[in-house]
């Protein structure tokens, strides 16, 4: 599978992401034993997140700026994050009528989202993906992600730029989009600035960089911009990825780039072992059920989170004589 993918195989490719998806054991070691091998040839490309609420734009977005990034002669992958815990309009990427000039091209490699995953999971086999993707030789790995929960937060711990999209919208503009997103936001653009929207795309740029600068400065010394763009009609879109490629030369440069994926390593053992930690705890029956007696005794206020968590651990400790 290593040399398949190695080649630019993309059913095989397409296989050993199934793999790293799948629930039964003997998979999950020989995917751990595939993304091990693959590390080595993995980290070269440039990893860019792309969130916003549903319907702002963003499966035509990512064609449009896949189909952008295509024509520099440059491979691209495609990846969708939408946990299935989360209400959206259905699974993104899973509609096969999407992307569809996208995923005739060779260079192009789309995966949707596996369905009936929750978070954390998914953002472990995205992990993976990200770096099966990159051992065959991609350039620029998109990750999208519905912009209503707390998916946006494993896309930007595992993604060197993250852009997010916005509407033209009237009023408060910055209503509904949690503030803690937008200060993850690398780039703003308002996506839909087009025919009757044209003036009010133009006055929300306007809004949100007002309101950007209120934002305390990034510590990799970048300013983000705010672009309006219309995806469908293609323009702006130059723009955006000018940007972009501003910004990994400038991080880059000054060490930033690095620094933040050294920084997201660290993230994802952290992640990854309190994970490990709980799926431990909740394999064991005894212990399943020893955590739910002390969750209802924390949640009548009988227990103190403290003394349920320091109780849950000791019994561990006893039934395991650590
Ligand atoms: P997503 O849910 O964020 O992935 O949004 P989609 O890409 O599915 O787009 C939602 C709707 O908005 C579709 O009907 C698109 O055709 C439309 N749309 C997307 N981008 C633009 C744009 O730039 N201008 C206009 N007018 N419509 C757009």
Redesign the pocket.
């Known amino acids: 599978m290593l040399e398949g993918i190695r080649s630019g195989n993309r059913v095989v490719l397409g296989q050993a992401i199934t793999l790293i998806e799948s629930k039964k054991p003997e998979h999950q070691t020989t995917a751990r034993e595939l993304v091990e091998a693959c590390l080595p040839y993995s980290g070269q490309a440039f990893r860019i997140g792309i969130t ?10 990512v064609e449009a700026l896949g189909n952008l990034i295509l024509n520099q002669q440059k491979k691209i992958a495609v990846l969708a994050i939408d946990p299935s815990s989360q209400k959206s ?1 259905g699974s ?1 990427l899973g509609d096969k009528t ?1 992307m569809n000039s996208l995923s005739a091209k060779a260079n192009a490699f789309i995966r949707p989202s596996p369905a009936g995953e929750a978070l954390g999971g998914v953002a472990r086999q995205s992990r993976e993906t990200i770096i099966l993707c990159e051992a065959a030789g991609y350039d620029y790995i998109l990750i ?1 992600t519905v912009g209503v929960g707390q998916s946006e937060v494993a896309v930007h711990s595992m993604t060197d730029f993250f852009l997010l ?1 916005l509407l033209p919208g009237a009023g408060d503009e910055l209503q509904g989009i949690k503030r803690g997103i937008v200060e993850m936001a690398d780039l703003i653009a308002v ?5 009757e ?1 044209l003036k009010l795309a133009e006055s929300a740029r306007r809004a949100y960089r007002n309101a950007l600068h209120l934002l305390p400065p990034q510590e990799s010394g970048w300013v983000p911009p705010v672009h309006s ?5 293609g323009t702006g879109m130059e723009e955006i990825w000018t940007t972009v490629l501003d910004y990994a030369h400038q991080t880059r440069q000054n060490g930033f780039f690095e620094e933040k994926r050294r920084r997201q390593a660290a993230y994802w053992l952290d992640e990854t072992l309190q994970n490990s930690w709980r799926q431990l705890f909740l394999e064991d029956t005894e212990m399943k059920a020893a955590w739910e007696h002390v969750r209802q005794q924390v949640i009548t206020q009988t227990w103190s989170p403290f003394k349920g968590a320091a109780w849950l651990m000791d019994l561990f400790a006893q039934k395991h004589k650590l």
């Open positions: 916003g609420t549903p319907g702002v734009g963003k499966s035509t977005f309009h993104i999407r999208e999209l996506n839909k600035a087009d025919g929207r763009c219309s995806a469908i009609e």
